[in-house]
């Protein structure tokens, strides 16, 4: 019995080695899997289920076998992709899960998130995001020409790459913040909370009035190398896959 999780992937047709990890994954240990869930920014642009290129299908491809063989996948969308709708889930056969939910871990209720809403420091990136994310914008974003759509992705990622590497200050303010983290578990009344993001890896405790002791796991990134949480009945391993040569 195990349970998956894995976040910020940033596949683009630029990653081909990204994209191999993968697929790899997919086609081996996820099978074994009870279900994977997808915690954001599985693509480093996504911008509308009508931008099927070849390596958008290849991707869809990859998890349509995977759903087809019985595994469950879940998707969290995330600060990249959150234009990936029903129609991506139709071909992929993945599910749409909400931006926060509670899931049942083998008995322990845990909530989980794509975490970005937990950076509470990241002020002008939250302005955005309540922005981006009103449906009517939402809706008008869909139905402007598909070759505009590209040249926005195109300089929003280029503006992104800009900012590599980031100092110590921007990493601090792009991180989950005790405020966030503490808000999120009260909300929910769970003491797990597992998310991605920040692409900062590791397992944090803190302690929250009223629940007592509580765990969040952060998701690493997949730039240099493949971050997966394995979550068991007994417990759990955050680890690493190399990246193909």
């Not at 080695?17 to 993968?22: K, Q």
């Not at 899960?97 to 937990?118: A, F, K, Q």
């Amino acid at each position: 019995m195990i349970t998956r999780f894995i976040s910020d992937l940033h596949l683009s047709a630029e990653r081909p080695d990204i994209t191999e990890l993968f697929k790899r994954f997919l086609e081996q240990e996820a099978r074994s899997s009870d279900a994977l869930y997808i915690l954001g920014d599985l693509f480093d642009a996504w911008i509308g289920d009508d931008d099927l290129t070849p390596f958008h299908q290849e991707v869809i491809t990859a998890l349509r076998k995977l759903t087809d063989s019985g595994v469950p996948v879940f998707f969290i969308a995330g600060n990249r992709d959150f234009l990936i709708g029903k129609r991506f889930a139709r071909m992929t056969g993945v599910s749409m899960l909400p931006e926060s939910v509670v899931v049942d871990l083998y008995g322990v209720p845990t909530l989980i998130m794509h975490g970005d809403t937990l950076c509470t420091l990241d002020t002008g990136y939250l302005r955005f995001r309540k922005i981006i994310r009103n449906r009517w914008l939402l809706s008008l974003l869909t139905r402007l020409p598909l070759t505009w759509r590209r040249t926005i992705a195109r300089a929003l990622r280029s503006n992104s790459k800009s900012q590599q590497p980031l100092s110590a200050e921007q990493l601090n303010i792009m991180d989950a913040t005790e405020e966030g983290v503490q808000s999120a578990l009260k909300s929910h009344q769970v003491t797990r909370l597992i998310h991605g993001h920040t692409h900062q890896p590791g397992v944090h405790h803190h302690q929250i009035p009223a629940l007592g002791q509580a765990q969040r796991i952060v998701l690493g990134d997949w730039y240099e190398q493949g971050s997966i949480l394995e979550v068991t009945p007994t417990g759990y391993s955050l680890r690493t896959e190399a990246l193909p040569r």
